[in-house]
Nanobody
Framework: QVQLAESGGGLMQAGGSLRLSCATSGLTFSTYGMGWFRQAPGKEREFVAGRSWTGIILYADSLKGRFTISRDDARNTVFLQMNSLKPEDTAVYYC?????????????????WGQGTQVTVSS
């Protein structure tokens, strides 16, 4: 049974940093690309960052330089480091896993999803 569990969300003041974690189980982690998406109230889910199983890393253009995705294969975990947080970063953040493939931006291509973790940034 595949499980993805996000953690690390919370309330943060603008300008602060958070590190989200997504612990996975039940899958061969090295064969999966991992992505982070977010959904703000009243908005569609959007791509944040992704790393394919081949090591290709992509970010949403608006987030480049502030967010960093990384993974620890020994712990089957993917991280999202978020710096210089802004109120518009407030959203539920989801991690997702996609086996094989190199396209990481399309949420329709992902096989598994976590439950999400809330990030709230106050001004």
């Amino acid at each position: 049974q595949v499980q993805l569990a996000e953690s690390g969300g919370g309330l943060m003041q603008a300008g602060g940093s958070l590190r989200l974690s997504c612990a996975t189980s039940g899958l061969t982690f090295s064969t999966y690309g991992m992505g982070w998406f977010r959904q703000a109230p009243g908005k569609e889910r959007e791509f944040v960052a992704g790393r394919s199983w081949t090591g290709i890393i992509l970010y949403a253009d608006s987030l480049k330089g502030r967010f960093t995705i990384s993974r620890d294969d020994a712990r089957n975990t993917v991280f999202l480091q978020m710096n210089s947080l802004k109120p518009e970063d407030t959203a539920v953040y989801y991690c997702a896993a996609r086996q094989w493939g190199t396209q990481v931006m399309d949420d329709k291509l992902y096989d598994y999803w976590g439950q999400g973790t809330q990030v709230t940034v106050s001004s």
